[in-house]
């Protein structure tokens, strides 16, 4: 049961992937940065504790749950200027932004980790309330170790979590919060306590928003030209548009010639990068 979740990721991705007509996967780029990947041995980062709360105990827990069911897409619309925040004598902008600011929330007596007082905020925090009485930890510990089953508890509890597309009429799933989430109690807790899980290697990439914009800029995902312009003119793809299905789903997933968590783990380094305004910014 949840190995077949993931296998729904893996399989209607690939089923998109062939049917595309809007992106593809460049196998001849994809190769060579694999293989410069390997040679300069980039390791995948470790958890950023400067930009997250992290205090080892189950208030982290908290703080990751609320962070991910919030976190989204942080580009302004055209002509509008980007959200920053003053952090520590440094400007931040989009999700470190979110993680900073959040932080701050944890660190004062705001009652952000409290599920009664988020009820009022989220229809997710009140299951949390009404499920696991309130304690994001019995979530996680529902989850007895294992990644798939969390993955699984969050999409079948969550709305914000539950994230299916549908493309020509068939189902796409992609759980990308629920994934992130747990990869981030994973590094957060370093394997360790409610970040240990049996299964890790099972979940697949995130179908995520800035991986796109970094395997776009290598040359590994290609846009057909209208796409090309769409993006380039910054003009808005709707949630769920055949374009954006097809740029999530042809992220690359599992491929077995390659180490998938170093693939990912050095895109996500670049995307976060830009994300903090230390390399220019790539378009999707």
């Excluded at 304690?135 to 990644?147: I, K, Q």
Aim: net charge positive; aromatic share 10%; charged share 25%.
């Amino acid at each position: 049961m949840l190995n077949k979740m993931m296998s729904e990721v893996l399989e209607t991705s690939k089923k998109v992937s062939q049917m595309s007509r809007h992106v593809r996967i460049d196998r001849q780029a994809l190769g060579r940065f694999v293989r410069k990947l390997l040679a300069d041995d980039i390791q995948v980062p470790r958890w950023a504790p400067c930009y997250h709360f992290c205090d080892g105990t189950e208030k982290t827990v908290a703080y990751l749950l609320v962070l991910d069911t919030i976190n989204f897409c942080f580009w302004p619309p055209p002509g509008k200027a980007k959200w920053e925040i003053e952090y520590q004598s440094e400007r931040l902008s989009g999700y470190y932004a979110l993680a900073a600011s959040l932080k701050r929330a944890f660190e004062s007596a705001a009652p952000v980790n409290n599920a009664g007082y988020l009820a009022d905020l989220s229809l997710d925090e009140l299951v949390l309330l009404e499920k696991y009485d309130g304690n994001a930890c019995r979530l996680v510990e529902a989850a007895e170790n294992s990644a798939l089953k969390l993955v699984r508890l969050l999409a079948e509890n969550f709305s914000s979590f539950n994230d299916v597309s549908e493309y020509q009429g068939q189902k796409v799933f992609f759980y990308k919060r629920a994934q992130i989430l747990t990869a981030d109690l994973y590094g957060a807790f370093n394997g360790k306590k409610w970040g240990s899980f049996t299964d890790m290697d099972k979940i697949t990439a995130f179908a995520d928003y800035k991986l796109p914009q970094v395997l776009r800029h290598l040359g590994i995902m290609r846009y057909t030209e209208s796409l090309t312009q769409k993006v380039d003119q910054e003009l808005m793809l709707e949630a769920g548009c055949p374009e954006e299905i097809e740029i999530r789903a042809n992220l690359p997933k599992r491929e077995k010639p390659l180490d998938h968590s170093r693939l990912i783990g050095s895109c996500g380094t670049w995307a976060r990068m830009t994300n903090s305004g230390k390399s220019r910014i790539i378009k999707h």
